[in-house]
């Protein structure tokens, strides 16, 4: 694989970083164990809900012109963009990967867009708390305040490229999927490299998914309505996690949600070669992730990771969402394509004018409104609801 890259100075100002984990949870004063979102987190969920105007109309725009890379970046989409660029973070391949965990996030830069736009951030509608799942792994638990219970149950991964980012970054979609599905939601907080290397994130992903089978229940859930989903590398481990049920014969999900999932290790791939220097996520950053995460390149050929290479045969149905400026486009649409090819039904939806990591920012984006809307009602029909 080649990693070669000759990239424009313009780089370094994007930081281009996926999520730091700035952030800490506080606990209520209600329940001492729950661990609840932080607002600057929480913030981007639109579910029930109802935000700003200016969010709902479309009317939040960036202050100056839209990166050279992004000219048909939605106005909401660069707004958010050009508030990540104002902290001027460093690009990921000159941080070691704890520097990287202390930089500002895209939930920072969402955050600071709300701010400037005086959009309020949604109450909160599901109650949360932190069990452990796995040896050394914790999750936490998102369980609606409204419905009746037993619920089905979202086993969900966040992104962060295995090195990066905690559930306080992408809060928002858990908070979101929660609610508009009307699920407990199961957030993993698996381990991550270069401390914990590969296959580490990929069998913490597994345990908890058995973990959820076995005490659902207990979450007030239903272990006969369950489904994984996640984001970007979260999306990969989401799609392994499903292969490794069906060839371990552990029962398969009911369904699967892969938001721009890390579905390859072709760095040479259509989106990889147009969407060189896009932000937060960019080739480099995403050979900085491998570096980080795999022990060797040939980790990058294990069906785990090379998704789109791998026996997709027996899966369960599918939603996978892409997003226009991400160097993961290729990989996404390649992967929904074989897993058609394999007999698995599919349901595809690009988002043009948005970058990687835009599902969570629905109180600001309108296409991330729609797109956690298109996830919430696949979910609710695979659960039969």
């Not at 506080?26 to 329940?31: A, I, L, V």
């Not at 580490?200 to 959820?212: E, L, R, S």
């Not at 990058?300 to 998704?307: H, I, Q």
């Given at each position: 694989m080649k990693?070669i890259?000759?990239?424009?100075a313009?780089?370094?100002a ?8 700035n952030s800490k949870p ?6 001492k164990?729950?661990v ?9 969920s639109d579910?029930?809900a109802?935000v700003a105007?200016?969010a709902?109309?479309?009317a939040v725009k960036p202050?100056?012109?839209k990166?050279a890379w ?5 106005p909401?989409?660069a707004a958010?963009?050009?508030q990540l ?6 690009p990921?391949p000159t ?12 939930a ?9 736009s ?7 509608n ?13 999750a ?10 037993p619920?089905?149950v979202?086993v969900y991964?966040h992104?962060?490229g295995w090195?990066?980012a905690t559930?306080d970054t992408y809060?928002?979609?858990a ?7 009307g699920a407990v939601?199961v957030?993993?907080e698996?381990?991550k490299?270069?401390?914990h290397?590969?296959p ?13 089978l ?10 006969n309505?369950v489904?994984?989903m996640?984001?970007?590398a ?12 069906r060839?371990?014969k552990?029962?398969?999900p009911?369904?699967?949600?892969l938001v ?6 072709d760095m ?6 147009k969407?060189?220097d896009?932000a937060?996520?960019n080739?480099?950053?995403?050979a ?6 795999l022990r060797?390149p040939a980790d ?8 789109v290479?791998?026996n997709l045969?027996g899966?369960e ?8 400026y ?7 649409k390649?992967?929904a ?6 007999g698995?039904k599919v349901?595809y939806k ?18 991330a409104?729609?797109a ?12 039969g609801k």
């Open positions: 990693r890259f000759s990239y424009p313009a780089l370094a994007a930081g281009l970083l996926l999520g730091g984990c506080t606990e209520t004063n209600t329940d164990t729950a609840v979102v932080p607002s600057e987190t929480n913030a981007a579910s029930t109802t105007t200016a709902g109309t479309g202050t100056g012109p990166p992004g000219p048909n970046l939605t909401a989409m958010v963009i050009e660029m104002s902290f001027s973070p460093k990921l941080l070691t990967a704890v520097q990287a965990r202390q930089q500002p996030s895209f920072d830069a969402l955050k600071k867009q709300m701010q400037v005086n959009i309020p951030t949604p109450p909160m599901c109650d949360t708390m932190s069990v452990t799942v796995a040896p050394g792994v914790r936490r638990v998102y369980t609606p305040k409204s419905g009746t219970a619920f089905p979202i991964y992104g962060g090195v990066i559930n809060a928002a979609s908070q979101a999927m929660c609610e508009q599905v939601l957030s993993v698996y381990r490299g270069p401390e290397k590969f580490t994130a990929h069998d913490d992903a597994f345990a908890a998914y058995q973990y959820v076995k005490n659902a229940a207990s979450m007030k859930g239903d272990p309505r489904a994984v996640g984001e970007s979260g999306g990969g481990l989401a799609c392994a996690v499903s292969m490794m049920a060839d371990r552990v029962a398969l009911k369904y699967q949600v721009y999932p890390i579905a390859g290790y040479t791939t259509p989106s990889y070669q969407y060189t896009t937060p996520l080739a480099p950053a995403m900085w992730f491998f570096k980080n995460y060797s990058g050929k294990d069906p785990r990771v090379n998704l290479a791998a045969k899966l149905p599918t939603t996978v969402i892409s997003a226009e991400d160097p993961l486009m290729s990989e996404g390649t992967l394509d074989n897993l058609q090819k394999a698995v349901d690009l988002y043009d004018g948005t970058t990687h990591e835009f599902f969570g920012m629905a109180a600001v984006v309108p296409q409104k729609e956690e809307q298109l996830a919430a009602a696949n979910l609710k029909k695979a659960f």
